[in-house]
């Protein structure tokens, strides 16, 4: 079981956050945070799993809970709902620590699959903020294409998807494949690429 502490300051949002998530028989919303000082404070006495964290709220912002609710429990994997998908918003939610980024005109899918992606280690993006960053990386990285001749077709085309912002479910509706098996494919591109983590992986890529 996922559990889950929802923070948004607009009670209509996490009442239907909640509503979602309470269908889903893996996922248990623990607590809900209006603030981002109440964040912190349930965050160290709920200890959820995952913290679906707004960015924009009175008192404590969203970025400053973020990285008070890490160094206390470093091991708590914060993904961040927000409507604003700009770089004065996103870079510094990455830097306090956040594992992912969905915006909140997402799909209700996306937003269960991030859940569910950030509790077993993945950084769930929104494919266009996961485009722009990647397009960002790419124009500042030094390092020439890398060679690519290890991998399998079924993996450059999971690569390529990758690249593209899709997600384990949509990758594997276009290649016809299971999820577990996009996943196998994915670990197994992290390892040969030297990839901690999907945008990383989604850099690499872009560049070759």
Do not use: W
Request: overall charge neutral; some cysteine; proline content about 6%.
């Amino acid at each position: 079981m996922i559990r889950v502490l929802l923070v948004d300051d607009q009670h209509l949002i996490r009442a239907g956050l909640r509503m979602l998530c309470d269908a889903q028989p893996d996922i248990e919303v623990v607590g809900e945070a209006d603030n981002g000082r109440e964040a912190v404070t349930l965050a160290a006495r709920l200890r959820p799993d995952v913290v679906v964290m707004d960015l924009r709220m009175p008192g404590v912002d969203g970025i400053t809970a973020t990285s008070r609710i890490l160094a206390e429990r470093p091991a708590t994997r914060i993904l961040v709902l927000t409507t604003f998908g700009d770089d004065d918003h996103l870079y510094p939610a990455l830097t306090a620590g956040a594992c992912g980024f969905l915006l909140k005109d997402a799909p209700p899918t996306e937003l269960l699959d991030g859940i569910r992606r950030a509790a077993v280690g993945d950084s769930p993006f929104s494919p266009e903020v996961l485009r722009r960053l990647v397009q960002r990386a790419v124009h500042a990285r030094p390092d020439p294409p890398r060679n690519v001749s290890g991998l399998t077709v079924r993996e450059r085309d999971v690569l390529r998807l990758v690249a593209e912002g899709l997600s384990n479910t949509e990758i594997a509706d276009q290649l016809h494949i299971g999820v577990t098996t996009v996943k196998t494919h994915i670990t197994s591109l992290m390892t040969k690429t030297d990839s901690p983590n999907r945008v990383r992986l989604a850099l690499f890529a872009r560049s070759v």
